[in-house]
């Protein structure tokens, strides 16, 4: 049964640092992983999506890495701001299937 | 234009009532999806449509969970004698079609609290 985890559960960090998000999966075989921002009473927003056959994912200060032979992905964010606040989650798809398996998510706070 | 919208935004009900649960999707989206998301958990898949049928109904948690879609537009979730695990926030995505690369997205949510 595919899991999927997420490291820290929350982070707070100064403003203008660069951070990394964790996220984790232990079956190998997924289809895709998504990375959302989940902002209060918003609902979710897609940051990026990275297919099973890509290392990597970029849009403006965020960027996302793929490794499925360790199971692990990251969600690097640079010179992060007070509006990047929000709990982020990753998600995978498994091959030739539409449901989404979820982490957690990571509440992330930029301090000004 | 205009997204997912869900409603209504907030409900508190009694432990044993019944409660309907309201998705709007995107105009055109196909596929429609139910998510419930329970507090420091991460979300659980309910059900999917395609059209107004829905082939997978594997992740409702009991026969108290309930859903439909009409016109191939707008979805309901219905809660019958609603228990206070069930408190939790209801998502709806939809999507295009179903296949596996095509882009999810969420509602706003309904935030579902059962005293």
């Known amino acids: 049964k595919q899991e999927v985890t997420q490291i820290p559960a929350a982070l707070s960090v100064p403003e203008g640092e660069n951070l990394v998000l964790n996220c984790s999966f232990t079956d190998s075989a997924i289809y895709n992983l998504q990375w959302f921002r989940q902002d209060p009473g918003k609902g979710l927003t897609s940051l990026l999506l990275i297919q099973s056959s890509q290392r990597e994912q970029t849009s403006g200060r965020l960027n996302a890495s793929l490794d499925k032979s360790s199971g692990r992905s990251t969600l690097y964010i640079a010179a992060s701001q007070p509006g990047d606040s929000a709990t982020y989650l990753c998600a995978v798809k498994l091959d030739s299937n539409y449901q989404l398996i979820w982490g957690a998510g990571t509440k992330l706070i930029i301090k000004p | 234009g205009a997204g997912v919208s869900q409603s209504p935004s907030n409900k508190v009900t009694e432990k044993g009532k019944d409660v309907e649960l309201r998705c709007d999707p995107i105009?055109?989206?196909?596929?429609l999806y139910w998510y419930r998301q329970s507090l420091g958990q991460g979300l659980e898949f309910l059900i999917y449509f395609q059209g107004n049928s829905a082939p997978d109904k594997s992740g409702l948690p009991s026969d108290r969970f309930s859903a439909e879609r009409t016109g191939g537009s707008v979805s309901t979730l219905t809660i019958q004698r609603t228990q206070q695990e069930d408190s939790a926030v209801y998502l709806c995505?939809?999507?295009?079609?179903?296949?596996?690369?095509?882009?999810?997205?969420f509602g706003p949510g309904t935030r579902l609290t059962v005293l």
């Open positions: 995505a939809s999507s295009l079609r179903s296949v596996s690369y095509n882009e999810q997205f």
């Open positions: 105009s055109g989206h196909t596929a």
